[in-house]
């Protein structure tokens, strides 16, 4: 299994400003997700995030709103930028596991936008 | 992926085996059934996978009809801890990296009581 872990675990933020949240994995992992959990709400995949290259967005997120960086294969930044109060979410990430049939997730990051 | 559906809630006795239905019969030849379950404030946790046959692992058992319709996760003696969102999802084993995220539904609102 892999140990994901996240920063921060939840913060308040001001509309308009941004917010960084980091994943750290504790082993090399080829594909990592970004998904996004809104209050009383299933999870929706936001981006897939492979090292060297390019994120892949899913429908209705664009780069400009949340932009990946993924400069190793241990760690990935996730940013939510000019944030308003319908950002307000937990903001998860996922690895695939070895064997390619199971996901790992880190614990989220709960944001509040005021 | 195919879609899925589950009850919205179930209850469930502490020591009594919780039996948690899915259907999937729109499911193709080449997708997996998952269980995925999140327990309050914390991601997602992988439980268990099967294609056709009955699967059984240290935290539940799958089993698949037939027809591969429909699928029925059992936790043989569910205790408080058990209480979560479970989530069934059907999609094809990640193949290098392509199409490997996971599409969650509402899930089934598993509760045990004492």
């Known amino acids: 299994s892999a140990v994901i872990s996240q920063k921060p675990s939840r913060d308040i933020c001001q509309r308009g400003t941004s917010l960084t949240i980091q994943c750290q994995v504790d082993s090399q992992v080829t594909m990592m997700f970004w998904y996004r959990q809104q209050p009383g709400q299933s999870l929706t995949l936001i981006a897939t995030a492979n090292q060297g290259s390019e994120a892949t967005y899913e429908s209705g997120f664009v780069i400009d709103k949340f932009p990946i960086s993924r400069p190793n294969l241990t760690f990935s930044t996730l940013t939510v930028s000019n944030m308003s109060p319908e950002d307000s979410s937990i903001y998860l990430c996922?690895?695939?596991?070895?064997?390619?049939?199971?996901?790992?997730f880190g614990p989220g990051t709960r944001l509040t936008v005021t | 992926d195919a879609k899925t559906t589950q009850p919205t809630s179930m209850d469930c006795a502490e020591g009594r085996a919780a039996n948690l239905p899915c259907n999937h019969s729109t499911i193709s030849g080449n997708e997996y059934v998952y269980w995925y379950r999140q327990i309050h404030s914390q991601g997602p946790q992988y439980i268990i996978h099967g294609l056709k046959n009955n699967e059984t692992n240290e935290m539940a058992s799958l089993i698949i009809t037939e027809d591969r319709k429909s699928s029925t996760l059992i936790l043989p003696h569910a205790t408080l801890r058990d209480t979560a969102v479970y989530y069934c999802?059907?999609?094809?084993?990640?193949?290098?990296?392509?199409?490997?995220?996971?599409?969650f539904g509402g899930g089934t609102r598993l509760m045990v009581k004492p």
């Open positions: 999802i059907v999609r094809v084993r990640g193949v290098n990296n392509a199409g490997n995220m996971l599409t």
């Open positions: 996922s690895v695939q596991g070895q064997g390619r049939y199971e996901q790992y």
